[in-house]
């Protein structure tokens, strides 16, 4: 078990949903500024959506109104609800967390701003 673990990964049709969850081993993984990235071979790791300490959410413009971050600060649980999949949302995704530093503004979506990263959750989503 990683500091970071996710679960919900599938496989989904076109239009379909999901929901990823992230928990965190200790406290020391759950963070102030939390995120989800994906990832497909050969490109770089892509900033999907980020939640800090006091809820304020940011998304990459391609799931905005599609993807929902949320979090659940007793359970360590970090949540992506995912809807109106499309083939292109296809990837492995990672939960991240930048331990006790609050999110940088304008930095939520990019990776070198995060730590600690789980080991990913596969994502198939097919036409």
């Known amino acids: 078990q990683g500091n970071l673990v996710e679960s919900g990964g599938g496989s989904a049709q076109a239009g379909g949903s999901l929901t990823l969850s992230c928990t965190a081993a200790t406290g020391t993984y759950w963070g102030k500024c939390m995120a989800w990235f994906r990832q497909t071979p050969g490109k770089e790791r892509e900033g999907v959506a980020a939640i800090d300490g006091s809820g304020s959410t940011t998304y990459a413009e391609s799931v905005q109104g599609r993807f929902i971050i949320s979090k659940d600060n007793a359970k360590k649980t970090l949540n992506l609800k995912m809807s109106n999949l499309k083939p292109d949302d296809t990837a492995n995704y990672f939960c991240?967390?930048?331990?006790?530093?609050?999110?940088?503004?304008?930095?939520?979506?990019?990776?070198?701003?995060?730590?600690?990263w789980g080991q990913g959750t596969q994502v198939t989503v097919s036409s």
């Open positions: 991240a967390s930048r331990g006790d530093f609050w999110c940088s503004l304008g930095l939520q979506l990019d990776s070198s701003e995060y730590k600690y």
